[in-house]
């Protein structure tokens, strides 16, 4: 175990639903990010938070919502979503943002198909 | 881009052997990092090599780095079949807070 932890580990959702995905770490960590893993595409950064605060967007469509309420929880809210938005959502952690030594730590992934 | 890409693709070895996989990166770098990933779980940090650095040793890994190529490569030494995963590079542009990932190599080791 890595000490960050995902739930739920799968979710079905159809396009008009709203759902929560939420991570924990247990590590002490300040930074926390979001990822995206689709097949055969380099793994897809998506938000980043340092001391509960947003340091990174990158583009990321306005259906999916962060949210860092403390520096140990983050969690990433969905509604309206496409079919393309079916992957892998990794969770991730560090000691702070990286510095040149920091390395992250992984959460397990939530598995999410949109029908 | 400023991921890295790794190369091969794919790879398929036999138990016990080396099995050697390829990053090549754009842009100056603070480290270099590998990680591991079982099939759809989590990333796992195996070794992180800096810029000043040229080789590094963990266990069976060794990973080497050439900043005048801007290339790496990680060399698993006596593969075993628990070894079965994807590899994937990141690194860490001069500059850039968060890590850059490739799309892996996937590496299969037959018992």
């Known amino acids: 175990e890595t000490g960050v932890t995902q739930t739920p580990r799968h979710l079905v959702m159809g396009m008009t639903n709203k759902k929560s995905l939420k991570c924990e770490q247990h590590?002490?960590?300040?930074?926390m990010y979001w990822y995206k893993q689709s097949a055969k595409k380099p793994l897809e950064l998506m938000f980043v938070?340092?001391?509960?605060?947003?340091?990174e967007n990158n583009s990321v469509p306005s259906r999916f919502s962060p949210e860092c309420p403390n520096s140990s929880h983050l969690f990433l809210h969905l509604h309206t979503l496409q079919p393309e938005d079916s992957a892998l959502y990794l969770c991730?952690?560090?000691?702070?943002?990286?510095?040149?030594?920091?390395?992250?730590?992984f959460g397990p992934g939530t598995r999410l198909t949109v029908l | 881009s400023q991921q890295g890409e790794e190369d091969p693709q794919a790879l398929s070895i036999q138990e016990g052997e080396n099995a050697t996989m390829n990053c090549s990166y754009k842009?100056?770098?603070?480290?270099l990092q590998w990680y591991r990933q079982n099939s759809g779980r989590g990333l796992v940090h195996l070794i992180l090599?800096?810029?000043?650095?040229r080789e590094k040793h963990s266990g069976r890994l060794r990973v080497t780095l050439d900043t005048s190529k801007k290339s790496s490569s990680l060399l698993i030494t006596a593969s075993r079949a628990a070894d079965t995963a994807s590899y994937f590079c990141?690194?860490?542009?001069?500059?850039?807070?968060?890590?850059?990932f490739g799309t892996g190599t996937r590496l299969t080791v037959i018992p």
């Open positions: 938070y340092s001391l509960e605060e947003r340091v």
């Open positions: 991730a952690s560090s000691q702070d943002l990286q510095r040149g030594t920091d390395t992250q730590y």
């Open positions: 990141a690194t860490e542009f001069t500059g850039a807070n968060n890590l850059f």
């Open positions: 590590l002490g960590h300040n930074a």
């Open positions: 842009t100056s770098i603070n480290n």
């Open positions: 090599i800096r810029s000043n650095e």
